[in-house]
């Protein structure tokens, strides 16, 4: 057996990421990412909800998001998926909340796709990525670089129906997926919002400038 990776730790921040199996896209059409948001919103909570399909025939007729039964596990700082891999920024609410979130959002959408695509086998490279944010520094840099992901990458016309990322809550001002105290908590870091778009303005141009012209092929090297 080899060592146990540390369990992360509750009430610290971490980016978290993953990429389709052999860098295949994990979105056929508008409807995967849509079930990928809700998966994201309802996989989110303390007590489990099972399968979606058994959700939708408790809440059928209710309200189109259905309020959250129990606590959250994580609460989400930011965000962006990509048509072949995600980024979050979570903050760790309750012991294995990032572990228990991912694997319910990878193993309930992948049951999803597979079923849809006749396919088998994982959808996604093994559980996934998380590097432990342990300043703010590093966290302002991984904030902008997760938040506006998308703009790292050279994505095809064709497949920019496919980016969602929690920039747009952000210029807004309106939380959904992004915790309300986690995005009023880096309105504070940063000083208002326009300083925080700027912020994230300056980070992506960095980082393309160092790396050179990303294509969404090459592997996703992390900002120092």
Do not use: W
């Not at 998966?39 to 007729?61: A, C």
């Not at 016309?157 to 990322?165: D, G, R, S, T, Y």
Request: include cysteine; charge should be negative.
């Amino acid at each position: 057996m080899g060592m146990r990776k540390e369990p992360l730790v509750t009430g610290e921040s971490y980016h978290v990421y993953n990429r389709g199996v052999d860098k295949r896209d994990i979105f056929n059409d508008a409807q995967d990412l849509e079930r990928f948001k809700e998966s994201i919103r309802q996989f989110n909570q303390v007590d489990g909800i099972g399968s979606l399909e058994l959700h939708h025939k408790q809440v059928r007729g209710l309200d189109s998001h259905p309020p959250m039964m129990s606590e959250p596990l994580v609460a989400i700082i930011a965000f962006c998926i990509n048509p072949n891999h995600f980024h979050f920024v979570l903050k760790q609410l309750v012991d294995d909340g990032v572990a228990k979130f991912l694997q319910r959002l990878q193993g309930g959408y992948t049951y999803y796709f597979n079923h849809g695509n006749d396919r088998s086998g994982s959808l996604f490279q093994g559980t996934f990525k998380s590097k432990l944010i342990d300043s703010d520094d590093y966290l302002r840099k991984i904030f902008g670089y997760t938040n506006q992901n998308y703009l790292v990458h050279d994505i095809p016309k064709n497949k920019l129906h496919f980016v969602f990322a929690s920039d747009k809550e952000y210029e807004k001002g309106v939380f959904d997926l992004v915790s309300a105290d986690e995005g009023r908590e880096m309105f504070e870091l940063f000083n208002g919002k326009e300083n925080l778009k700027r912020h994230c303005t300056e980070i992506v141009a960095i980082i393309r400038e160092e790396r050179g012209k990303t294509s969404l092929n090459e592997a996703d090297e992390l900002p120092q």
